[in-house]
């Protein structure tokens, strides 16, 4: 029998499926004279589908906001619109701070007040934290496990981070802030949008205490905030109507308290 | 659509590649990131009418090669990576771990080859224009690419078969 010379270069494309009929049945000839070799060739394609089956499911992934921000005009608008959010905040706080100081409140606020500043915390690590575009969280949704654990314990409570995919939006991940009663724990969120919300959540002087949603606008930055139990939590967003916040707020109290 | 569009549309791919090239992720969207920025900045190199896609991968791979000339010099040797410490197979959940660990062993120009060639479905002449090399380079290192991973699976499955026996 006559044999005809196949290359290891027409294998490799045999096994990428990329060999014309004539030279695909050539290699298919060969091979079948050769199990070792045909072996060789059907685990190569084995070893592709594997690895699509486990790359393949990244393309599904959102996008984070910082790639598109990498591509120019758009993008820089939206940084400046956040910093001027953010100044606009700072005035309104100073303004507030200072119409307070003009009162001369002593410390023991009303129970109201209290959430009202912790909207008004909740406000600010929105405007300072979710224009960041290398370093949004400090530990990311990847390692969601650790980072639940880890705020917890510092906040001294079992925390959770709400899944809110249901509402459109995927975990990033968290952080930890000093707030007025200990550390806070700071989770964000984002959409396929790329529109971000950050969830405030902190431990309660006052515990066994529960309010209903309250909703505060601190600059451009609005915010639902309320008490359950032994936690206060705020949500926030820059870019996020009221009525959409509020869906995303209910979403978050349904699923801590199941 | 104008090229940003286009940039934008190629994230996920450009993701995905990343994500198996260097295996960790947030370390996968940094070099994604430093490509965009890159190939944001030096668009008016890119020629109209030409390969957007096998563009950008150049850039990448660029961009890549850089990062690790400056970080882990050892990885540009034509050698294999130390061995690593090996659990044996358990079950469907640690074969995406294992493969993820052996095409981490593969030498760095060889598993752009093959990942290219793979998941990206590249032409063996696009592979060969996105990393500036001979097409028939692309072609040996897609063969001992592809022969060290089968070898290297094959061994691991060995490994779990004597675990089972012990």
């Keep these: 029998m006559s044999e005809v010379q196949i290359t290891e270069s027409e294998l490799q494309a045999y096994a990428d499926g990329r060999l014309d009929l004539a030279r695909s049945a050539a290699v298919e000839a060969w091979l079948a004279a050769r199990p070792d070799q045909a072996e060789r060739v059907a685990e190569y394609r084995r070893i592709a589908e594997a690895l699509r089956a486990a790359y393949d499911p990244v393309l599904q992934e959102p996008v984070p906001e910082r790639f598109t921000q990498a591509l120019g005009a758009q993008p820089r608008l939206q940084r400046y619109a956040a910093v001027a959010a953010w100044m606009a905040l700072g005035i309104a706080i100073g303004g507030v701070a200072g119409w307070q100081l003009h009162e001369s409140r002593p410390a023991s606020a009303p129970v109201a007040d209290v959430g009202a500043v ?141 | 659509m104008n090229e940003a569009q286009r940039l934008v549309d190629l994230i996920p791919r450009l993701r995905r590649y990343a994500r198996a090239l260097v295996g960790d992720r947030a370390a996968a969207d940094d070099l994604v990131q430093d490509t965009l920025e890159r190939a944001w900045a030096k668009l008016h190199l890119y020629r109209r009418g030409t390969d957007l896609r096998a563009w950008l991968f150049t850039v990448m791979h660029n961009v890549h090669v850089n990062r690790v000339r400056a970080t882990r010099p050892m990885d540009m040797l034509d050698d294999e990576m130390p061995e690593l410490a090996q659990r044996p197979a358990q079950g469907d959940g640690l074969l995406v771990r294992d493969l993820e660990r052996a095409i981490a062993r593969l030498p760095a120009e060889q598993r752009a ?54």
């Design chain 2, 113 to 166: 080859v093959l990942l290219l060639v793979t998941l990206e479905d590249m032409s063996y002449e696009e592979v060969a224009r996105a990393l500036a090399i001979p097409v028939g380079t692309v072609m040996s290192r897609l063969s001992r690419a592809r022969e060290k991973l089968r070898l290297m699976m094959l061994g691991q499955s060995a490994a779990a078969k004597l675990t089972v026996v012990k």
């Design chain 1, 118 to 258: 912790m909207a008004r915390r909740a406000a600010i690590a929105h405007a300072t934290y979710s224009p960041e575009v290398r370093h949004p969280v400090e530990v990311g949704a990847d390692q969601e496990a650790h980072l639940v654990g880890w705020l917890s314990k510092r906040l001294g409570a079992p925390l959770r981070a709400p899944k809110l995919e249901a509402v459109g939006y995927s975990l990033v991940g968290g952080r930890l802030l000093p707030g007025d009663n200990g550390p806070v724990a700071h989770f964000m969120y984002q959409s396929n949008h790329g529109t971000r919300i950050t969830l405030y959540v902190r431990t309660e002087a006052a515990s066994n205490r529960e309010t209903a949603f309250r909703y505060a606008k601190e600059g451009n930055v609005r915010v639902f905030y309320w008490v359950d139990r032994k936690l206060g939590y705020a949500l926030s967003s820059g870019d996020t109507s009221k009525d959409d916040l509020f869906k995303v707020a209910n979403a978050v109290y349904q699923q801590l308290n199941p």
